[in-house]
């Protein structure tokens, strides 16, 4: 009987488009997990789809017209089939909201980054009654939604939030004003999501959060240092891995628990942003270089042979060149493994955008350029110590750019590449380091870690 009625409905399907960071990419598992528990299958094909979800990113003007870009091409979508739900989730949601409606009135629900546990009861409701548009925005600083179905793609590493909301305030970031005030998730509920996905399968897990490091200073129950060791200690894990940390919030414990661990990944994601101290002080980063650097030392002096990656921001409102060969000093003192690298970008509503001694595109970029062939030539450098060496790697899978060839990270978060021989996902293989490049290690599979 219940199979007949199950063949009667049509399978519903839904199309999420997701931008921006890895919170984002977190909180659409957790929509998506909504989403299946109502019946719908996900779907890349959204002009198919039976529900369209974008979970949007505000982090630079560029990520917002990208968004609005969709929205106008899901209008026609909307016209052909009016029975399309369409959504509008994650940070832009949370910064525009009412406007939003304002804006493209084809939208029936828009969704604050507090309130990504309320989707399935607002889809529930517009599937019921198709009353006006639903927009839900409220308390970003609220209870955590705990107990959410969580629908992951990737097969192998698992991403597990800790915490929401950044209290740091740096003058050109737009997240605390749309992720509201730190909040920490239980132990508890951590650990059983751990434990969860590893009887899933999954052998590696990603500790998110925007400063991993306030982790616990709200409900006091436990540091990130201890959860680093609760996670380690999770039967069936083979990795551990964590970001994002904030320089002047990472602890001796934290770098002893990496120190210590047995899964713990030693690379610490730390965002240095730049190297002039007037500038860290005009982005309220709240340390200075040679504090910077201290804790550097701190963290290659505990944990020999961890990888260093970070951000770099050019261009910042009233960077002068001098500012600009500091951070090229600091680039050349530290040695990271990798870095991220910026173009400042005004983002309305930070106090960085109403600065004055905006600095010309022009300029910006020739910065970028000259900092990131800095930067390139270290990071050679660094692989190159590799050449000839066999490097323990969590195997993934074929690589996106050619199916004979496999890919995976180290320990140490570095790209690796082999041609392919052996159904090896989710196996540490040891590959032996015969091509060291700035970004990826190339390189031939030996036997099984
Ligand atoms: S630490 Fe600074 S840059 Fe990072 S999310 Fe918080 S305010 Fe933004």
Redesign the pocket.
Known sequence: MTEQIKKSTPEKTAFLGVYGCQMNLADAERMAGQLESLGYRRTEEMAAADLILLVTCCVRETAEDKVYGKIGEIKGLKRQRPSLLFGVAGCMAQKEGDALIKRAPHIDFVLGTGRTGELGRVVRELEAERGGPVVDTGDVTGPIAEGCPVARRTPLSAWVPVMYG?D???TY?I??YVRGRERSRRPEDIRREIQEAVAQGYREITLLG??VNSYGKDHKQADFADLLRLADDVPGIERVRFM?S?PKDLSRRVIEAVRDGHHICEHFHL?VQHGSDRLLKAMNRGYTAAAYRAVVEEIRAAVPGASLTTDLIVGFPGETEQDFEALLDLVRAVRFDAAYTFLYSPRSGTPAAKMDDQVPDEVKRDRLHRLMAVQDEISRAINERLRGQAVEVLAEGPSQNDPAVWTGRTRTGKIVLWPHEAEIAGELVSVRVAEPQTWVLKGVLEQGA
């Open positions: 950044c740091n305030f740096c970031c997240v605390p925007q400063n994002t904030h965002p």
